[in-house]
């Protein structure tokens, strides 16, 4: 009795090359997979320039002129410190609107945004411009060796009355 | 000739160029409607603009302005902006002719004399790529990028401006808190761009220009588009300067400027200078800012329900309520903010209601 009868293979596709591509094929969308995955690895490592420290000193009180904005600290720290009759505080200089940085104006005697042009005074208060709220100050105090010492990590709003916390102003009377 | 430039500054200051503008507006798309759509008028304004551009470069400040490599394409812009709005507007007025005489629009007669794609029309396009193409390299080689030093998180420009595309969003946002001017508004404008096909059932306009069948349509799109996107573009690219100050366009860009902008709140006028609750702004933020959220929860309700039942009594009728309220809902925002600026350049208004406490303000 003749066995079943089974259709012939199509010509050109052995069994053999069929797996061999079969094989060529997984395998190169294995490494192409892999090489992604990789690079996609990479993103988890971004190219930072380490912010600084959050917390640094700002030399002694009396380098500090009562009514000046020190601006010493703006550009490596993004801190203005300001001397009043009573004492130093640190402000953010960073606009409460969209984040952008403001100028200090000396003969105007404010900070004022380019982005949008909000102003605020010297105590950080906001008064022209679409800014919502005044600027945000840091803690500050005196490190053991007397130099005046800035702590970013905490900070103090006005609107929410934290401005008459100790920390957020350095009595010097 | 400094009484002319100081006039041309004065002319520029926002709030009467704002007024200037609106009033052109209607100007052209009403009484002289009909002379701005002749041939005459574009050349007329195109050679005017032109005339106007170039005497004013003998400025110094006008000539820094105009020429800077970011600006030179907004201003080459603004003369494509004049004609391709002045083309529909001679369409339109033919067309309006032609229907009030009972013929055919113009497009069906052009209709009966058919071209082929292949010649006239690739040929026509192949021209037109090979003039983009060439200026495009024009300007490449003779403009140079505008590049500024590497990005640094504690300097900010000064003045410190979005690309030109943006600069109306920019202007919005001095008036408006960033979530309002920079989230809702933006998603408003695609939304109402969006939902315009469905609450617009007007069949009449479809597929040749007009003017008189959609006044309304027309006459809001346009004002919207032109005065509320285009005039604070050029605000933003002509008139802005360091601070963010508004500078005439021969006004030096004094970085000192002064410019007294104290701005006020809402509850602020109601207790502090009315002297309402002897002059002391309540503790308690409804308090404080009842009238400011009344006023505003009146604009968005009060406010359809009264146009329904007069002004625009007609319009209720022939869309039917849904598309009605939706439309009066989007035209009532736009208008909020032509009307949020005009407040802001007389009273000095700040926010209608002011509650950082819960970062809200409008």
Not at chain 2, 192 to 197: A, E, K, Q, R, S
Request: charge should be positive; include cysteine.
């Amino acid at each position: 009795m003749p066995g079943p009868s089974f259709p012939e293979a199509p010509e050109g596709i052995s069994r053999r090359s069929f797996i061999t591509w079969l094989s060529v094929g997984w395998l190169g969308f294995g490494a192409a997979l892999g090489a992604g995955l990789t690079a996609v690895g990479r993103l988890f490592f971004p190219n930072v320039t380490f912010e600084p420290p959050q917390q640094f000193k700002a030399g002694f009180p009396a380098e500090y002129a009562a009514g000046k904005v020190d601006e010493r600290f703006k550009k490596k720290y993004g801190v203005w410190l300001v001397r009043n009759e009573r004492g130093i505080y640190a402000l953010s200089t960073v606009c409460t609107h969209l984040g952008c940085t403001p100028n200090w104006l000396d003969g105007e005697q404010k900070f004022k945004c380019p982005c949008h042009g909000s102003g605020f005074y010297a105590t950080g208060i906001n008064f022209e411009g679409p800014a919502p709220r005044p600027l945000e100050r840091y803690k500050i105090g005196l490190a053991e060796d007397g130099q005046v010492f800035v702590d970013k990590m905490a900070k103090f709003k006005y609107e929410m009355g934290q401005w008459n916390d100790s920390n957020s102003f350095l009595e010097l009377v | 000739m400094s009484f002319i430039t100081d006039f041309i500054n004065f002319l520029c200051r926002p709030a009467i160029l704002f007024t200037l503008s609106c009033v052109a507006f209607y100007l052209v798309l009403f009484p002289f409607r009909e002379k701005f759509a002749k041939k005459s008028a574009l050349y007329t304004i195109l050679v005017s603009m032109a005339v106007f551009i170039l005497v004013s470069m003998l400025n110094p400040t006008f000539r820094d302005v105009v020429t800077k490599a970011d600006n030179v394409p907004i201003v080459l812009m603004l003369f494509l902006l004049a004609f391709f709005c002045w083309l529909p507007l001679n369409k339109a007025v033919k067309n309006d002719k032609l229907i009030a005489e009972g013929k055919d629009v113009e497009n069906k007669q052009e209709a009966k004399e058919l071209v082929f794609t292949w010649p006239d029309l690739i040929f026509s396009e192949f021209i037109c790529a090979i003039i983009v193409w060439s200026a495009l390299l024009i300007w490449a080689i003779t403009i140079r990028a505008p590049l500024e030093e590497p990005a640094n998180p504690v300097e900010t420009p000064n003045p410190s401006k979005a690309p030109w595309y943006f600069l109306g969003l920019q202007e919005m946002l001095v008036y408006f808190d960033p979530w309002l001017a920079g989230v809702v508004f933006p998603t408003l404008i695609v939304v109402g761009l969006i939902v315009l096909p469905y609450i617009d059932v007007n069949p009449k306009g479809n597929g040749y220009y007009c003017f008189k069948e959609r006044k309304f349509a027309i006459t809001t799109y346009l004002f919207g588009f032109l005065i509320l996107w285009i005039v604070l573009i050029v605000l933003g690219t002509f008139l802005r300067g360091p601070n963010w100050n508004f500078y005439g366009p021969y006004e030096v860009w004094d970085l000192h400027k002064l410019e007294a902008l104290r701005n006020v709140n809402l509850s602020e006028y109601i207790f502090r200078y009315a002297g309402l609750n002897g002059g002391k702004l309540p503790d308690f933020w409804l308090f404080r800012e009842l009238v400011g959220i009344v006023l505003v929860i009146g604009y968005m309700v009060a406010g359809p329900i009264l146009l329904a039942k007069t002004v625009m009594k007609g319009f209720l009728e022939k869309m039917g309520k849904p598309r009605f309220y939706i439309m009066v809902t989007i035209l009532l925002l736009m208008a909020s903010l032509p009307i949020k600026m005009i407040l802001r350049w007389t009273i000095n208004l700040k926010y209608i209601v002011a509650i950082p406490e819960y970062f809200f303000n409008i």
